[in-house]
């Protein structure tokens, strides 16, 4: 086995540890079910700015009543949501329902600019677009209209709704989609309603209740939409080099050689080294040792990992204050609460993470470790991911980055940290971002852990 101690180029062992040992520490903070970024979102009409003296918003200031006899087209009763519609998501929606539709029927559902003149109806000016009851037309910006959609009355539901994905408007009627339109304008755009003749009445949900709209499901299909555009782009069989590479990096020997058997009637040959620019003997480096270390660690048996990392790569453990030997000791502690040997535990504990006790790099993580013991229910309590999987995998990553460490061969010092399927789906997520910046910081955030989970279930 290799003896070699030299620090990687640009990384020492104790940069590699430390830098796993951040990985673990951000297990505290597990990605949300609900991604959506905390934005403000409409909840109730504005009656501030609103055209007051033709309508009057009930006291919950969700319904809107027209009061007046209209005289002309500036004798509208309009009248805001209380904030704009939040850009950060993929699609953002809310419901008038039609109690009355009064004399006339000229009601209207859309959205306006914050500027917007309070007495004409929404699409009749600039900055403005609304879908009009009485005649089903859409109105964008000046006062003709055009064919768009059926009418609506009394009893009906309607929508109004932005699909940041497509950059594009929406209305609904009764649960379906009427059309859709680009959206040209720009700025903060606020929901907005209008009644313009005597005893038109409506109700707004902006989802204090539900809709009749299926909103999860039209954001499902999008998301769909965007998965089958990904799809049908072609790519070069050098994508087999590129998962080949990450299999390899992680040590998942078993896998690699499955993915291969399958492979060869189905992706020709092709030359890594050739096509991307790397030397796949750096991470074929150690192979069996990874993956034996790897399986212990994921198993649990941290004693067997340990020696044979001291049999095999005493180098990576010498350091009894290094990174990894700490996260080592770690998981040995972990796996005692895991399976309840709490005595032995607090004992483990009073021997080798008391070592660790007053160093303010691992402070924390001591800290939730030791916390454990406080639960009787640890995997429920606050530090109950140290229990969950994804701590083993920080820890055999660790080991198996300080492995490739000592490949006196090594060219590339990042190519301990990340494999090139990883470094390769960064920079898609820095091209998403940048292509959501251009779109003025519209749109729903680039997630890969929702990405996958999306693909997982549309094969299952």
Not at 143 to 163: C, L, M, Q, W
């Amino acid at each position: 086995m290799s003896n070699n101690t030299n620090s990687t180029n640009g990384h020492s062992d104790r940069d590699l540890g430390l830098w796993f040992l951040e990985q673990s520490r951000l297990g505290s903070a597990r990605v949300p079910t609900d991604m959506d970024e905390d934005e403000e979102a409409p909840t109730e009409l504005n009656t501030i700015n609103s055209s007051g003296g033709f309508l009057v918003v009930s006291p919950d200031k969700l319904s809107a009543k027209y009061t007046n006899v209209n005289l002309h087209g500036h004798d509208v009763g309009v009248v805001q949501a209380n904030k704009p519609a939040p850009v950060k998501r993929l699609v953002y929606y809310f419901e008038i329902y039609v109690k009355d539709a009064g004399t006339k029927g000229q009601i209207a559902i859309g959205f306006t600019s914050e500027s917007f003149k309070m007495r004409r109806q929404p699409g009749w000016e600039a900055n403005s677009c609304g879908y009009h009851g009485d005649d089903g037309l859409l109105y964008r910006g000046h006062g003709k209209g055009e064919a768009f959609g059926p009418t609506y009355t009394s009893g009906d539901r309607v929508g109004g709704g932005i699909n940041y994905a497509s950059q594009e408007f929406f209305f609904t009627k009764n649960g379906a989609v009427v059309g859709t339109v680009p959206k040209d304008m720009k700025g903060p755009l606020f929901p907005t309603i209008a009644v313009h003749s005597q005893n038109e009445e409506v109700h707004v949900n902006f989802g204090q209740q539900p809709f009749a709209f299926d909103l999860k499901e039209f954001e499902a299909q999008e998301r769909m939409k965007q998965q089958r555009m990904i799809e049908k782009i072609s790519l070069p069989t050098v994508s087999h080099g590129i998962v080949r590479s990450y299999l390899l990096h992680y040590g998942y020997e078993d896998t690699l050689n499955s993915f291969d058997m399958a492979s060869k009637t189905t992706v020709p040959p092709v030359h890594i080294a050739q096509e991307n620019g790397f030397d796949e003997q750096d991470v074929v480096f150690a192979l069996n040792e990874r993956k034996t270390l790897r399986q212990l660690i994921r198993n649990g048996e941290i004693d067997s990992a340990l020696g044979k990392l001291r049999e095999w790569y005493p180098q990576i453990v010498q350091d009894d204050k290094s990174a990894t030997y700490f996260l080592l000791h770690c998981q040995k502690f972990i796996e005692l609460v895991r399976v309840g040997a709490l005595e032995e535990a607090v004992k483990y504990g009073r021997m080798e993470l008391a070592k660790f006790f007053g160093l303010p790099v691992f402070e924390d993580l001591v800290q939730d470790c030791v916390a454990l013991l406080a639960y009787e229910r640890p995997q429920e309590s606050s530090v109950g991911y140290l229990l969950e999987e994804s701590q083993r995998e920080v820890v055999a990553d660790t080991v198996n980055a300080m492995i490739l460490s000592t490949n006196p061969n090594l060219k590339d010092s990042q190519s301990c940290l990340h494999s090139y399927l990883e470094r390769l789906l960064r920079q898609l997520t820095a091209c998403c971002l940048e292509r959501r910046l251009l779109s003025g910081d519209q749109g729903e955030a680039f997630h890969l852990h929702r990405v996958l989970n999306s693909c997982k279930k549309a094969r299952c």
